[in-house]
């Protein structure tokens, strides 16, 4: 018996079965995954099904599935999603934009000068508890337009998780990773971009996705005013024609989007993380 | 590559970091022909770290001049490179990125950077990890990344502030070998410091001897060895007992024996 084709045999009937417990865990993972949302799909049926057996609550019973997913089409075609995603989509990114804007320098501030940060500790935590809606009416007579008003709750809104985590990433950069930059002709342009941004683009992108999740949850009710276009104003503008159905499917809606853009975020966590062992 | 040593002229450098806390050395002196490679010994707090680290231009000195080339050192510059104690990679770069971010700083054209990092990593003998991650490198090989990273800058002085005290005694002793062998090759100056009196024979042209609180250079030790250096070699096992003798006569300074040690060195400043 040759040990050498032996050990080559054992080597590679580990690596088999490494690989099949990647495969197999992954499986479970698809497996678990379908099975979340068909649960959730299964007990959204069920209520359904209780509402319209009951008569006193029959009339409601458009908020079930089947009425629901039958809206999609007619809603795609008459363009009601694509321009309430769009109108949306623009408030958030514009509004998400600016938070990254201003949040990631004033985090930075905050983590690299003490005077500023302890200055500034005690505003930004009193801002920070306002509900970002509690600005509406403010921001309703300050801007002109509901439109800017919208950008204005939702830029207000996710600063603070994008500026807290810049700082907090930035207290636990290791202060001789800025000595041994120095030491080799680092400018300061060349410390921002080489040495800060990338060792807090984790603590940044996981700012952003906080802000996002926030950013999201304001969005909605802050279109139920003032505005004639967007998510918000589609479910209300559904709810005032008595379109259960219509309601429900823009909903869903909102529920796939915030999926999507918070997986998105996820993944870029994943992709600019160089830690260890992270995420 | 191409390099080439430094004149030293350390003058009466003295240091304090605050108006409040105590002199970290008083009045040191140093001088030193291009190509000579100087270790520094002293017990820890007397002051070496900072000593380098004015060196390097990353501190500025209280009082005192300090002339390489006889032009006054006022920041860090790649022709005075420090090598610190811990690697300090930067995790999210590769092998290359990390040993070519000074020339990157430098603002050096892609094509000539590469091949001056290729050089580099082949001298530290990492070209099977150009590629790598860093984090996935041993001690050892990261602090090879570091000095390649020192290197790559071809700087005329290279500063170590006790840069394999971390290190397992195998990698040690090569690293040793290593960059003193780098080092003549190059004809660059090495001031070192360790608080290791081994290390400081096997490396060191002259072995000044740091103590007391303030700090400062009390002996001057010419250490004329042959290369490659091997630590069973009768002479320098008997430089190694004269270089200790001399560092703990320092430590509890009589002066009876102060003034023997002094016969038979040379202090400095008198260069
Ligand atoms: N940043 C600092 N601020 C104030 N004192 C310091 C600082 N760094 C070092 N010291 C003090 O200066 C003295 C010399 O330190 P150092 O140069 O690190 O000594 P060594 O490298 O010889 O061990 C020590 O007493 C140390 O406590
Ligand atoms: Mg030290």
């Known amino acids: ?279 | 590559m191409a390099a080439r040593g430094v004149n030293i002229r350390i003058e009466n450098l003295s240091h304090r970091y605050s108006s409040k806390s105590p002199v970290t050395f008083d009045r040191v002196n140093i001088a030193a022909e291009p190509g000579e490679s100087l270790v520094i010994i002293g017990r820890s707090g007397c002051g070496k770290s900072t000593l380098l680290h004015i060196v390097a231009g990353l501190l500025p000195p209280t009082n005192g001049t300090l002339l390489l080339d006889n032009v006054q050192v006022r920041a860090p510059s790649s022709r005075w490179v420090m090598m610190f104690q811990a690697p300090h990679l930067f995790p999210w770069m590769t092998v290359t990125r990390n040993v070519g971010i000074g020339l990157h700083f430098a603002g050096w054209p892609k094509k000539e950077m590469q091949e001056r990092v290729a050089e580099a990593i082949r001298l530290v003998n990492l070209e099977d990890y150009a590629n790598s991650n860093v984090q996935d490198l041993s001690g050892g090989q990261q602090q090879r990344v570091a000095l390649a990273r020192s290197l790559v800058m071809e700087p005329e002085l290279l500063l170590l502030d006790e840069p394999f005290s971390a290190l397992d005694a195998f990698t040690r002793t090569a690293l040793q070998r290593d960059v003193r062998s780098i080092a003549k090759q190059l004809g660059i100056n090495l001031m070192m410091v360790t608080h290791d009196i081994d290390e400081a024979v096997l490396m060191a042209d002259r072995a000044l001897v740091m103590a007391g609180s303030p700090g400062r250079i009390v002996h001057d030790l010419p250490v004329d060895l042959d290369d490659p250096r091997e630590r069973e070699d009768p002479l320098v096992q008997s430089t190694r007992a004269h270089l200790m003798q001399i560092f703990q006569d320092a430590a509890k300074p009589s002066p009876i024996r102060r003034n023997a040690a002094e016969a038979t060195t040379r202090l400095v400043g008198i260069t």
């Open chain 1, 1 to 279: 018996m040759n040990t050498n084709a032996a050990h080559t045999a054992v080597v590679v009937d580990a690596a088999l079965s490494e690989s099949t417990r990647a495969m197999k865990s992954a499986g479970r993972r698809m497996f678990n995954w379908v099975a979340g949302l068909s649960i959730l799909l299964a007990l959204w049926w069920f209520g359904a099904y209780l509402i319209e057996i009951n008569p006193s609550t029959r009339h409601f019973a458009d908020f079930g599935p089947v009425p629901t997913f039958q809206a999609f089409p007619v809603l795609w075609a008459d363009g009601t999603i694509q321009s309430a995603v769009s109108a949306s989509g623009y408030r958030l990114g514009v509004g998400l934009l600016i938070a990254i804007a201003v949040g990631i320098p004033i985090g930075i501030l905050m983590g690299r000068s003490r005077t500023f940060r302890e200055l500034s500790n005690s505003p930004f935590q009193l801002l920070r508890m306002i509900s970002p809606l509690s600005w509406e009416p403010i921001a309703v007579i300050v801007f002109l337009s509901w439109n800017h008003a919208i950008i204005f709750l939702i830029a207000i809104a996710s600063i603070w998780p994008v500026a807290f985590s810049t700082a907090a990433g930035l207290a636990k950069v290791d202060p001789a990773w800025f000595k041994v930059s120095r030491n080799l002709g680092a400018k300061p342009w060349h410390t921002l971009t080489q040495i800060i941004l990338p060792a807090i683009a984790f603590d940044i992108l996981t700012g952003i996705r906080a802000a996002l999740g926030v950013a999201w949850i304001v969005l909605v009710p802050a279109e139920f005013l003032g505005v004639t276009s967007g998510l918000g104003y589609s479910i209300e503008d559904a709810r005032e024609t008595l379109s259960y159905n219509h309601l429900t499917a823009m909903v869903l809606v909102i529920g796939v989007i915030g999926y999507m853009l918070d997986s998105t975020c996820a993944l870029a966590i994943k992709r600019f993380s160089w830690h260890r062992g992270a995420v």
